[in-house]
């Protein structure tokens, strides 16, 4: 059922509706003046997500995931374009992140393996052990019990899908709130850009809730251990790599232009620490991050205005 949840007086109207999706509550919020025009725009996008969360399911001996991962050490596993270049961008964020966001694992499965291989290869398996065949569209697992997932980008890829497809059919104005990370397009209905607040009434107490985050997304990864309510994203998918320890971090929000990649880095930026964070961000085109620390402080990458 859509909610009213602010009227403007050009007559236009955020409708937004929470489902649960993909494990996640997503609140999809479309701007417009028809209220059946925009439920039908919001079941387009829950389409949208629920597809995406079969292509990238494990669930399924017949999944594509499955499939390459059955073969892992095997034979190479041909797939389609949309599997294929999901990977290839996880595996670019790997080689950008140097290693600390990482699709591969290693299936602790040992009942098919020798042990001393199974220990050695758990050890040693990382992303450079995925070889990609672009004209062949084909995806190849060097070690076998070698494993990939997309825990940490799936949910962003479902969200900027969802906005895609929105936007296919005339959606102009919307955001999507996908446990707390926020992707946003156009303007909201009095013409004013987005922000954090305006996004998600939510986190208007946080230090950066007038941050401008129109046509952009923000994804935001918390210390299991010192965090705030910022969409609640506890779990690391991050391998540890050398830099300050998690502990001085409290929190890492990635501004980016898409969910997929601003949902893909902000556990890896936590790892590697405040200071190494902020220079691979100040590195990057169109990429902000804001760090917390234990003690409060806010770290802005450049190009990030706190007021």
């Not at 028809?34 to 990238?56: C, F, Q, T």
């Not at 200071?275 to 990429?287: F, K, M, R």
């Amino acid at each position: 059922m859509l909610a009213l949840k602010k009227v403007i007086s050009n007559n236009s109207t955020i409708y937004r509706r929470e489902v649960m999706l993909m494990g996640n509550k997503f609140e999809i919020s479309v701007v417009g003046n028809d209220p059946i025009w925009a439920g039908e725009r919001i079941n387009s996008a829950i389409a949208e997500v629920n597809r995406v969360e079969k292509l990238l399911s494990t669930f399924g001996e017949d999944s594509a995931v499955n499939t390459i991962n059955r073969n892992a050490g095997i034979k190479p596993v041909k797939v389609g374009a949309e599997i294929f270049k999901m990977v290839e961008r996880s595996l670019q964020i790997s080689e950008l992140t140097y290693g600390s966001f990482d699709i591969t694992y290693y299936n602790d499965d040992k009942a098919d393996q020798d042990l001393d291989v199974a220990t050695a290869t758990y050890t040693t398996v990382n992303y450079k052990d995925v070889v990609l065949d672009a004209t062949a569209t084909t995806v190849f697992l060097k070690e076998k019990g070698m494993r990939i997932g997309f825990a940490a980008n799936s949910k962003g890829y479902a969200a900027d899908r969802a906005k895609y497809v929105m936007q296919l059919e005339g959606v102009s104005h919307g955001v999507i709130n996908a446990g707390g990370d926020l992707l946003t397009w156009g303007l909201q209905p009095d013409m004013e850009p987005w922000t954090v607040a305006t996004a998600d009434p939510r986190q208007a107490n946080q230090p950066f809730a007038d941050l401008d985050i129109s046509n952009m997304a923000i994804a935001t990864s918390t210390n299991a251990d010192h965090y705030v309510n910022l969409g609640d994203k506890k779990s690391s998918t991050a391998k540890q790599a050398n830099g300050f320890a998690v502990s001085q971090i409290k929190s890492v929000s990635i501004v980016s232009p898409t969910a997929e990649f601003s949902d893909a880095m902000a556990t890896p930026v936590m790892s590697i620490g405040v200071n190494a964070g902020i220079y691979l961000i100040n590195q990057l085109n169109q990429i902000g991050c804001v760090i917390i620390d234990d003690h409060n402080r806010i770290y802005p990458s450049k190009g990030i205005n706190i007021a």
